[in-house]
């Protein structure tokens, strides 16, 4: 498989900074539709941040590369976060972003296979993305092609009893060419998951289903990228890394506010969530300097 990933990885602060403009862009997509999901999306900026433009084998410039690694979005509500790095990526226009959720716009609440270069499943019921993963994980096998799969997922969609079919599946036959990442916020719409369907011990049941899984710091982007590395490295089951995160980090008034979960902010609130973001972005910037 011909190697695409850059000769000089980005630095940790560099990846900090892309992370941070990443939120900032999120908050001014949803402030702009006027409706979508924040908690979500702004959690999972640090890992995306890390896939896009550390880990993932990728090529902005040609998107359906053969050989490309391949990310699937099972938690489609977080899709602001996806088009967001994406755009920053190089994939498409940064202006674009703007027409979340409008009409004739392919960046819709929901991502849709196609619609959108880098756009590699379409999701929006919970619980179907590993499925459509182990698809593509079979059709890498079978072709003897060995990219990689990853599959984000949200800890409430385990409510949803196929993800624990495929869960079955992917540990028996061994499907070492998934890495499944988890987003364990602790929230979903209604609520704290553990109030609503307790889901503990996850990294148990994971591993009695013959998974390998790794629990990291979801906003630390030394502890993402090895586990990632790792995983590429355990041949004999699929991987599971239980990334844990703050819903709605960076910004102090929606962190651990499972209200936030799938509503975005009026204009004062982007207001100062765009303020929080910019002056951590300059405490990081003025450490480094």
């Given at each position: 498989m011909e190697e695409k990933?850059?000769?000089?990885?980005?630095?940790?602060q560099k990846l900090a900074e892309i992370a941070l403009d990443i939120r900032e862009d999120i908050i001014k997509t949803l402030v702009e539709a006027g409706s979508g999901h924040s908690a979500g999306p702004l959690g999972m900026a640090d890992v995306?941040?890390?896939l896009y433009f550390h880990i993932l084998n990728i090529d902005p410039q040609n998107p359906t590369w053969k050989d490309r690694d391949r990310l699937v979005l099972s938690n489609g509500h977080i899709a602001p976060v996806w088009y967001v790095t994406l755009a920053n990526a190089g994939f498409f226009p940064k202006e674009e972003l703007l027409t979340l959720r409008k009409i004739n716009s392919r960046l819709q609440g929901h991502p849709h296979f196609g619609s959108l270069p880098g756009i590699e499943n379409t999701g929006g019921p919970l619980g179907q993305g590993l499925s459509q993963a182990i698809g593509m994980a079979l059709a890498a096998q079978m072709n003897h092609q060995k990219y990689q799969i990853y599959c984000l997922m949200s800890d409430g969609e385990h409510d949803e009893g196929q993800v624990w079919?495929?869960?079955?599946?992917?540990g028996k036959y061994k499907m070492h060419n998934i890495t499944a990442i988890m987003d364990r916020n602790n929230i979903q719409i209604d609520g704290m998951t553990e109030n609503i369907m307790p889901l503990e011990p996850i990294?148990?049941?994971?591993?009695?289903?013959?998974?390998?899984?790794?629990?990291?710091?979801g906003h630390n982007f030394?502890?993402?990228i090895d586990a990632c590395n790792m995983a590429k490295a355990i041949y004999e089951k699929p991987v599971m890394i239980i990334a844990h995160t703050?819903?709605?980090k960076g910004v102090d008034f929606m962190e651990f506010d499972y209200k936030?979960?799938?509503?975005p902010p009026k204009p004062d609130e982007a207001k100062l969530a765009l303020k929080e973001l910019r002056s951590l972005k300059g405490r990081i910037i003025g450490e480094h300097e």
């Open positions: 990933l850059p000769k000089n990885p980005i630095s940790e995306f941040t890390a079919e495929a869960v079955l599946f992917a990294k148990d049941k994971y591993e009695a289903f013959n998974w390998h899984v790794i629990e990291v710091d030394e502890e993402i703050i819903p709605g936030w979960h799938g509503k």
